[in-house]
């Protein structure tokens, strides 16, 4: 019998951040029965992110990779995958501080460049019924695999990939960026007008985009700062470039500024990955690349 409280506990330690409870039962039940791996991927072609021993309580917790796509977000959790460097769908946390009951759950190509983060559903059911109506209508079936009613996920009807988009809570501002990640945070962390962070980012332009993040950090605008730096970081794929790694310097700061040291760690992983050889080093105020000896 697997225990949903432990599951859901275990599954915030290894990713250092809240998890909803639909995606710890969806652990559950694919830890419940071998065959239900078998029965996932044979009816959505998708194969879980975790290692399910995860789900096991009295085994030692498994070691997250640190590694991560260049063009992966840093507040994606992946829940599933087609396959090595496939498709993935997950969960996008913009603001762990909310500790939300459901996250937007969005897919996207990670070898694709110039894929953009889009959106299946608002939450686990909906999500899945959305990306199994394409390229088939059989979204019931693994809804039922999972032990989700079907009349409580909307219709799976496909409209096409959707850019991802939030409707902000009270007090807090949704601001798009040109991979359609978009940064959410508190309406004072933004500037006047950003209104250009949604266009794309020409190679040219590397330089004076890492310089706005930069300023915006300086004059108190973290979440300006955020999405200046996810479009420096998107056009080049995460690769090392100086401009890369002066934007998410910024992106790590403004995210702990903002109280989110999960979002500063998975971008100082993400950059170590392509950077060369270096040390990052993240306090509760700073996070600096050190270079080795």
Same mark, same amino acid.
Do not use: K
């Given at each position: 019998?697997?225990?949903?409280?432990?599951?859901?506990?275990?599954?915030?330690?290894?990713?250092?951040?809240?998890?909803?409870?639909?995606?710890?039962?969806?652990?559950?039940?694919?830890?419940?029965?071998?065959?239900?791996?078998?029965?996932?991927? %044979? !009816?959505?072609?998708?194969? =879980?992110?975790?290692? *399910?021993?995860? +789900?096991? /309580?009295? &085994? $030692?917790?498994? @070691?997250?990779?640190?590694?991560?796509?260049?063009?992966?977000?840093?507040?994606?959790?992946?829940?599933?995958?087609?396959?090595?460097?496939?498709?993935?769908?997950?969960?996008?946390?913009?603001?762990?501080?909310?500790?939300?009951?459901?996250?937007?759950?969005?897919?996207?190509?990670?070898?694709?460049?110039?894929?953009?983060?889009?959106?299946?559903?608002?939450?686990?059911?909906?999500?899945?019924?959305?990306?199994?109506?394409?390229? %088939? !209508?059989?979204?019931?079936? =693994?809804?039922?695999? *999972?032990?989700? +009613?079907? /009349?409580? &996920? $909307?219709?799976? @009807?496909?409209?096409?990939?959707?850019?991802?988009?939030?409707?902000?809570?009270?007090?807090?501002?949704?601001?798009?960026?040109?991979?359609?990640?978009?940064?959410?945070?508190?309406?004072?962390?933004?500037?006047?007008?950003?209104?250009?962070?949604?266009?794309?980012?020409?190679?040219?332009?590397?330089?004076?985009?890492?310089?706005?993040?930069?300023?915006?950090?300086?004059?108190?605008?973290?979440?300006?700062?955020?999405?200046?730096?996810?479009?420096?970081?998107?056009?080049?794929?995460?690769?090392?470039?100086? +401009?890369?790694?002066? &934007?998410?310097?910024?992106?790590?700061?403004?995210?702990?500024?903002?109280?989110?040291?999960?979002?500063?760690?998975?971008?100082?992983?993400?950059?170590?990955?392509?950077?060369?050889?270096?040390?990052?080093?993240?306090?509760?105020?700073?996070?600096?690349?050190?270079?080795?000896?």
């Amino acid at each position: 019998m697997v225990d949903l409280t432990v599951v859901r506990e275990r599954l915030r330690a290894y990713h250092g951040t809240p998890i909803p409870l639909s995606i710890a039962r969806f652990v559950a039940w694919l830890a419940a029965d071998p065959t239900h791996i078998e029965q996932l991927s %044979s !009816a959505a072609f998708l194969y =879980p992110a975790w290692d *399910l021993s995860i +789900a096991d /309580g009295t &085994a $030692p917790l498994p @070691v997250r990779p640190t590694q991560r796509y260049g063009r992966e977000p840093p507040e994606f959790i992946a829940i599933a995958r087609t396959g090595v460097d496939g498709e993935e769908i997950g969960v996008l946390e913009l603001a762990p501080e909310l500790e939300r009951g459901e996250l937007p759950f969005v897919t996207f190509f990670p070898m694709e460049f110039g894929a953009e983060v889009c959106e299946l559903g608002a939450d686990f059911a909906g999500a899945l019924a959305m990306y199994l109506a394409y390229p %088939s !209508a059989e979204g019931a079936r =693994p809804l039922r695999l *999972l032990g989700l +009613a079907e /009349g409580n &996920a $909307p219709a799976a @009807v496909w409209n096409g990939f959707l850019p991802h988009a939030e409707a902000p809570p009270s007090g807090y501002r949704f601001v798009q960026t040109h991979d359609r990640t978009g940064v959410l945070a508190p309406s004072g962390a933004f500037g006047a007008d950003d209104s250009s962070l949604e266009a794309p980012l020409e190679l040219s332009a590397l330089d004076a985009a890492a310089g706005r993040a930069e300023r915006a950090l300086r004059e108190g605008y973290p979440g300006t700062a955020i999405a200046a730096a996810r479009n420096v970081r998107y056009a080049t794929g995460g690769y090392h470039e100086a +401009a890369v790694d002066r &934007a998410c310097l910024v992106w790590a700061a403004a995210a702990l500024q903002l109280g989110r040291p999960w979002h500063a760690q998975m971008v100082a992983e993400a950059q170590q990955s392509y950077a060369p050889p270096s040390t990052v080093v993240i306090s509760e105020t700073a996070v600096v690349w050190e270079d080795e000896p």
